[in-house]
Nanobody, 126 residues
Framework: QVQLVESGGGLVQAGGSLTLSCVVSGRTFSNNAMGWFRQAPGKEREFVAAVFWSTGNTDYADSVKGRFTISREYAKNRVTLQMNSLKPEDTAVYYC???????????????????WGQGTQVTVSS
């Protein structure tokens, strides 16, 4: 069984920063990629950022490029999302996700992720 536990959400003013963390436990040797997605009220869950576990290659949504950075800590089975210059439109529940496949895949597509965390709320006030 694979579990993902997120932490680090909260309330921040526009222009501020937050760091989200996600720790993976259980069968971590099968990690292929980790992603962050977010869902605002009344909207679809959308891609934010992702990283391939072995290569470190990353991808970002256009809306967060230059502001957010995803990184993985291989030894700690942890992925972090550093969020800078936050905007009110970044307000959402942020979810960590895990892909257990092999090789390349559309890393920005949520249908390819097998396990999800419980989500952490990020609120950016104007």
């Amino acid at each position: 069984q694979v579990q993902l536990v997120e932490s680090g959400g909260g309330l921040v003013q526009a222009g501020g920063s937050l760091t989200l963390s996600c720790v993976v436990s259980g069968r971590t040797f099968s990690n292929n990629a980790m992603g962050w997605f977010r869902q605002a009220p009344g909207k679809e869950r959308e891609f934010v950022a992702a990283v391939f576990w072995s290569t470190g290659n990353t991808d970002y949504a256009d809306s967060v490029k230059g502001r957010f950075t995803i990184s993985r800590e291989y030894a700690k089975n942890r992925v972090t999302l550093q969020m800078n210059s936050l905007k009110p439109e970044d307000t959402a529940v942020y979810y960590c996700a895990n892909n257990r496949g092999t090789g390349s895949f559309p890393i920005n597509d949520k249908v390819y992720y097998h396990y999800w965390g419980q989500g952490t709320q990020v609120t950016v006030s104007s």
